[in-house]
């Protein structure tokens, strides 16, 4: 889930229909708002084993909001300017967030059981992917390139499997779920460090493809290290 299902599209048509500058900042508030993740991440861990998945969603639901606001005003006031260095600092900031909320995560206390994914999974994630890209791209001149950025990555699929997950799984299954999609969000960094730094030198598509290579052999590598662990 970590992956950039969602994000990626958006972008893609955003720098497509606007031009490389735009881009690049855009991918700056991506970064950042890898930060509003995390806080999304962190206050349904803290609460989900004290609380219902309504109120456990809609704190974290706020959290996100709250957090793209304040991530907004750096972007403002701290990166004026759009650039590689000013894309590199983001990603750190992203790189923090996602060490510092797994290091914070609560552990799940309970052995791990195989579970199946809902029937809707795979459609909800189109139907979200499509709804996204078409409010970015259509308020994109109304937010400009930070705040669509941020605003790009509200975590919509995490949304709806972590209240799915609470309800019929319990609280354990949401930790194991959201500490899997924090590792999986370093790929996510990477992958818009890679767009942003090659893409004035490179092209769109070309930097797509290999932040592509890059992000999913991230991911591939973080999956054979979880199946070797169970196999042990």
Do not use: K
Not at 120 to 137: C, E, H, K, N, Q
Not at 171 to 194: E, H, Q, Y
């Amino acid at each position: 889930m970590g992956l950039p299902w969602f994000t990626g599209p958006a972008m893609f048509l955003l720098t497509y229909e606007r031009d490389v500058a735009f881009g690049v900042a855009a991918f700056i508030g991506v970064e950042l708002a890898v930060l509003c993740v995390c806080a999304f991440i962190l206050t349904y861990g803290f609460l989900v084993g004290h609380t219902r998945w309504p109120v456990a969603l809609s704190s974290s639901i706020g959290a996100f909001f709250a957090s793209g606001w304040l991530m907004q005003q750096v972007a403002v006031h701290l990166m004026p300017a759009a650039g590689s260095w000013q894309l590199v600092v983001a990603a750190s900031v992203g790189f923090t967030s996602l060490l510092t909320t797994y290091l914070l995560l609560p552990r799940p206390i309970s052995p791990p059981l195989p579970q199946t994914l809902p029937w809707w999974d795979i459609p909800m994630r189109m139907l979200a992917t499509g709804s996204l890209v078409a409010i970015i791209v259509i308020a994109a001149d109304a937010l400009g390139p930070q705040l669509s950025g941020i605003l790009g990555t509200y975590p919509v699929i995490l949304t709806v499997v972590c209240a799915f997950t609470h309800q019929s799984w319990g609280s354990d299954a949401v930790l194991r779920l959201v500490r899997g999609v924090t590792l999986s969000l370093f790929s996510f960094v990477v992958f818009f460090l890679i767009v942003g730094t090659s893409l004035p030198m490179i092209g769109l598509p070309w930097s797509y493809a290999a932040a592509i290579v890059v992000a999913v052999s991230m991911t591939g590598c973080m999956l054979a290290i979880n199946r070797a662990r169970g196999a042990r």
